[in-house]
């Protein structure tokens, strides 16, 4: 079953034991592991991201589950958001959402409080014992939630808000360009009538 997994802890060096857990319950086949990142969230409630089991971070975690709901969490949009940029923030948000649903988010998101860091990963198993076990050995606090099928109106919708931003930069740039044409129309009038009035002055009063 494919689901994402969340497991929080109170330090940051038992998230990467457990990430190396899973690496090796992958190595047993007793998982499969698509991506996983460890999120941190320092004392002033900061959120860096890290990620142990890739070599392209950027490239591995655009869209993505993961990705998206790290975006959630609040972190540098730099690092996990890949090909997801600008506008499509937000329908990446809902399109995470509707794959494990808005009780689970906001159960992660509330559990991720400052000084705690976060081991998220995409996986697919069978059998939850594996993982609940090892992580209960290391403190861990287990969310999980299975993924559900991403309906073709989730695509729709990143593709309408993409449509949506692009006819919002055009009417701004063709807005702004009738702003400054209005504006040059005014001058060029205003300097018309100073001509007008200047060339009805009789001779003498100049």
Known sequence: ????????????????????????????????LNADAIVTKNPQGETTVAHPHTVDPQAAMGGTAVGSLIGLFGGPV???????????????ADLVRARVGSDFVTEVIEALEPGKTA????????????????MASLG??????????????????E????????????????EGRADRKHRLQARVDSLKKK??????????TR
């Not at 969340?6 to 086949?29: N, P, W």
């Not at 081991?119 to 090892?134: C, G, K, S, W």
């Not at 939630?145 to 695509?155: K, M, T």
């Open 159 to 174: 593709v309408a808000a993409m449509n949506a931003n692009a006819a919002r930069i055009r009417a701004e740039h063709a």
């Open 195 to 204: 001509l007008a009035r200047h060339s009805k002055t009789p001779e003498g």
């Open 78 to 92: 730099g690092l996990f958001v890949g090909a997801v940029t600008g506008a499509l923030i937000g329908a990446s």
């Open 1 to 32: 079953m494919e689901r994402m997994l969340v497991v929080v802890f109170d330090g940051e060096d038992k998230a990467y034991k457990a990430a190396k857990v899973l690496e090796r319950l992958k190595d047993l086949s007793l998982i499969a």
């Open 119 to 134: 081991l998220v990963a995409e996986i697919d198993e069978e059998d939850t014992d594996p993982i609940d076990h090892r």
């Open 140 to 157: 861990g606090r287990v969310f999980r939630r299975d993924l559900q099928a991403v309906e073709d109106e989730a695509y729709e919708r």
